[in-house]
């Protein structure tokens, strides 16, 4: 990535902007230096760097070095409410779904959309309430557990 020519296209925006493709707490610190608004953490797919570290295996440490400053999303292999509530609880202000759609899309149309994310919702309501938990601003970091 050129940041010189990223930072240009941040003055010439002169709005908000949103930088996608962090995968780093480097690249995400350069972003709030040349004025990123937000951040979107996302490997693209993963299809051609499968070896290196997952997007979600990211989110914490850039998290703990921009999250204070910048918005962070996260868009990497949500497919499912409890992705969710974990990207959450690591301090995503918000998710994307990525391909996540397509196939209900390609099956049935909108209403295939709307169903799957009906469901990833119910999915994620129904963990919040089992975890004791009414908001999202209540979703921490103590809600997870890591194996060592």
Request: charged content about 30%.
């Amino acid at each position: 990535m050129n940041w010189d020519d990223v930072a240009e296209m941040v003055k010439f925006w002169d709005g908000q902007f949103c930088l996608k493709g962090i995968m780093s707490r480097e690249d995400a610190r350069k972003a709030v230096e040349i004025g990123c608004t937000g951040i979107i953490i996302s490997n693209h797919g993963g299809r051609q760097l499968d070896g290196s570290r997952s997007s979600f295996d990211q989110l914490a440490e850039i998290v703990d070095e921009v999250g204070d400053e910048i918005d962070v999303i996260f868009d990497s292999g949500i497919q499912r409410g409890t992705h969710v509530l974990k990207a959450l609880s690591l301090g995503a202000k918000a998710v994307g779904i990525g391909r996540m759609y397509l196939y209900p899309l390609a099956a049935a149309g909108q209403p295939g959309v709307e169903r799957a994310l009906g469901l990833m919702k119910a999915e994620l309501e129904r963990d919040m309430k089992l975890m004791g938990k009414t908001s999202i601003d209540q979703l921490t970091r103590d809600n997870l557990r890591f194996r060592s």
